[in-house]
């Protein structure tokens, strides 16, 4: 289970973004979480992959803080694939990174093996995506957050990455954390839904 345990953070020592906040998501479900722009959902999300640490509070991953291991548990994907590869790169350097990574997983993905040859500029979003949403499945992790990972795209390349990622999630028992404004998406894709602004107005409750 990825367990965010009483957590608490500020950007502004003089104004918490958000306190006192309980989650915990369990391997193979896929949460479901919307709220105000602004509210702090991304902030939220970098807190669980370890990019960000809180002033109050823990998260536990399978009951563990984080070791600091080479590859951390919990992937996050972000909303703009173009910021997350280097632009230099042909795209076969992210699967010669990743070396562990399952053969089947780009097949699945969609990604084409003429997509290798060209650099992140010669692809579009929904195709970078992909590379992106790859990279997260190494054999170490258990959970994934996805802020926003379809938001820009059309209907059609967001049902093609979502019914993927679903597959390989569902498959390899990884936890979802999947923060949109599309209440839609999140309704079709979701075990559960969590409305942000609850989660950060419930100081017993947990979610
Ligand atoms: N590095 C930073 N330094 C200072 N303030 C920040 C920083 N990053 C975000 N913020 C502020 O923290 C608040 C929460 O931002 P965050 O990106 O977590 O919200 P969000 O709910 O994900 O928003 P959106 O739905 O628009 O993506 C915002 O007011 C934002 O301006």
Redesign the pocket.
Known sequence: MLECKNIGFY??RSNW?FRNIHLSIERGEIIGIY???????????KIMANYLSPMEGEVLVDGEKSNHSEVYPVQLIWQHPEQAINPKWKLSKIFEEAKELDQDIPSILGIKEEWLNRRAHELSGGELQRFCIARAFHPDTRYIIA??ITSMFDAITQAQIWHALIRLVKERNIGVLA?S?HISLLERISDRIID?NQLKGASEKSF
């Open positions: 950007y502004n973004l709220g105000k722009s602004g509210s702090g959902k991304t902030t939220l999300a802020d926003e923060i404004h942000f």
